[in-house]
T-cell receptor
């Protein structure tokens, strides 16, 4: 059974800092990995999707990397801003069945 | 496209009442998912459909929960009878298998409170 872990559960950083959010998964036979953002009381917004054949994806100040063999992904946020404060969730599809398994998320607070 | 649409956004009901949550997926998407989010358990997949057919309902907690997808543009999740422990945020998501990306797009959720 696939398990996705995100540690730490919460993170507080000063504005402008570059930061890395970690995600690990137990079954390396993934189809793809998605990073989501969730603002308080809101739904999930897809940030980046990495196919199993890819190593990384970039969107603006965000860069996500994937190392299938070690069961790890990282989300890099450059020059963090207070508007980046949210919960970031990692999720994987294991096998071509389209089912997502989520981590518990990392709640990020960027201090002005 | 308007994205995934869910209704109602908030629902407060008394224990024992029937609750129906509704979802309209993104047009053209062939997968639809129902999730539940709580502080204790995080996001859990309840059931998903492919081309309107239920594929995996192993996440449905009890027989009190049922889901239908009568056509490609509409799905319901019903709880009957509801209990306080069903209080959670229920999300609907959809994806398209074309291009083999299976990227999921989420609705805004329905916050259910059962008193």
């Amino acid at each position: 059974k696939q398990e996705v872990t995100q540690i730490p559960a919460a993170l507080s950083v000063p504005e402008g800092e570059n930061l890395v959010l970690n995600c690990s998964f137990t079954d390396s036979a993934i189809y793809n990995l998605q990073w989501f953002r969730q603002d308080p009381g809101k739904g999930l917004t897809s940030l980046l999707l990495i196919q199993s054949s890819q190593r990384e994806q970039t969107s603006g100040r965000l860069n996500a990397s994937l190392d299938k063999s070690s069961g790890r992904s990282t989300l890099y946020i450059a020059a963090s801003q207070p508007g980046d404060s949210a919960t970031y969730l990692c999720a994987v599809v294991t096998g071509a069945n389209s089912k997502l398994t989520f981590g518990k998320g990392i709640t990020l607070s960027v201090r002005p | 496209d308007a994205g995934v649409i869910q209704s109602p956004r908030h629902e407060v009901t008394e224990m024992g009442q029937e609750v129906t949550l509704r979802c309209k997926p993104i047009s053209g998407h062939d997968y639809l998912f129902w999730y539940r989010q709580t502080m204790m358990r995080g996001l859990e997949l309840l059931i998903y459909f492919n081309n309107n057919v239920p594929i995996d309902d192993s996440g449905m907690p009890e027989d009190r929960f049922s889901a239908k997808m009568p056509n490609a543009s509409f799905s319901t999740l019903k709880i009957q009878p509801s209990e306080p422990r069903d209080s959670a945020v229920y999300f609907c998501a959809s994806s398209w298998s074309g291009g083999r990306r299976y990227e999921q797009y989420f609705g805004p959720g329905t916050r259910l409170t059962v008193t």
